[in-house]
């Protein structure tokens, strides 16, 4: 009994990752972590709203504050998720691997999950340090229906092979929403109802986001 005291006590909380934009957060990132909090027994799931991502240098973002404000509003009613301005805070171009590592130093206690697209295992080697990525946290990449299973599944053992590391594949529902798609919805004054949660399409509305 005393030993499965101690291994309960030293076992690492499992704590997934949403990074991105979140311009804005919409359902499909919604359901993307309900689903890996499932499949892969998370204790929590952190939206992380991006500062600046380097991908992104020359687009137009919407100011911090209402991104986060958004992001909180959506996910409020749900314990499991929680806010983290980590990416905000630190300003500066945002890069998963200073992310991991501020991560590290302060959660020792964690294990970090960080969740992805599947089409993003193409271009993992393009990120800052993926060596360090791959060290610091478990990838989960999460593979819709209409994606080449065999392509993701190649890519996968190759990055394993090469980094030493264990890529987990979610299977997720195929949601056809998009941020791009609400922003585009949104400034043709068309309805973004069931896209976004209410409160978000409020706070759209309210402060007038998206529209030229």
Request: with cysteine.
């Amino acid at each position: 009994m005393q030993d499965k005291t101690i291994a309960e006590n030293t076992r690492k909380q499992k704590i997934g990752i949403m990074g991105g934009t979140f311009d804005p957060i919409h359902l499909g990132h919604l359901i993307l972590g309900e689903v890996a909090y499932e499949q892969l027994g998370l204790e929590k799931v952190y939206y992380m709203p991006s500062g600046k991502p380097p991908h992104k240098q020359d687009n137009t973002i919407t100011p911090d504050i209402n991104r986060c404000a958004m992001v909180d509003l959506a996910i409020f009613d749900n314990d499991k998720f929680t806010l983290s301005l980590l990416e905000i805070n630190r300003g500066g171009f945002t890069y998963t691997a200073d992310t991991l590592r501020e991560l590290h130093k302060k959660h020792p206690e964690c294990e970090f999950y960080f969740i992805v697209g599947g089409d993003s295992l193409a271009s993992l080697e393009k990120w800052r340090e993926p060596e360090v990525v791959l060290k610091l946290c478990r990838l989960v990449a999460a593979v819709r229906d209409e994606v080449d299973q065999n392509a993701v599944d190649t890519q996968i053992e190759y990055l394993n092979g090469k980094y030493n590391c264990d890529i987990i594949k979610l299977n997720t529902p195929n949601i056809e929403i998009s941020s791009s798609l609400i922003r585009e919805q949104v400034r043709d004054h068309k309805s973004v109802k069931y896209y976004v949660p209410s409160l978000v399409e409020e706070y759209i509305k309210k402060h007038k986001l998206y529209i030229d």
